[in-house]
């Protein structure tokens, strides 16, 4: 990968993951709002920005975190599985992306109730306590790929360190 677009599959990796941290930060007050508001309005209004919120940013930029991660890790030296730090956010970052899509189905009932009948702040408090609980954990889980990406702890997995030895031995005379 030549040094330009290296920079610019940086800079999208960057910039959807932040946006993402972001929108997760944003999704949860929303959250927050719909489960504690004590105005019909203010919880129907929560919810069907959740659902908006959910699908038209959250979902994209969870995709696009992916996506950018993965081109730039492969066209890089760090490689996809090489480092240990590359492989787990890859995973954590998959793991978001899985749990967010088993979500969708709560958010989008919510959304729907919402926008239909509207809701007080008894109804669906299981589903209204979950977005809670899963906006918080997802922010968290989406802070570990960022603190390694800052870190980059060392440790190399056993393919890491087999294409390392290859490599220098096709260097070495």
Known sequence: MTSGLRKLALTAHIASSVSLLGAVGAFLALAIAGLFGQSPQMIRAAYLATELIAWFVIVPLAFASLLTGVVQSIGTHWGLIQHYWVLAKL???????????????????????????????????????????????????????????????????????????????????
């Open 91 to 173: 995973l954590f970052t998959g793991f978001v992306v899985i749990i967010l899509l088993l979500q969708m189905k709560s958010i989008g009932y919510l959304g729907d109730t919402a926008e239909k009948m509207g809701l007080t702040n008894v109804d669906l408090l299981d589903v209204r306590m979950s977005l809670v609980a899963h906006a918080g954990g997802g922010l968290l889980v989406l802070l570990i790929p960022t603190s390694l990406s800052v870190y980059k702890p060392r440790g190399m997995t056993r393919y890491g360190r087999r294409k390392r030895q290859e490599e220098a031995k096709t260097l070495s005379p």
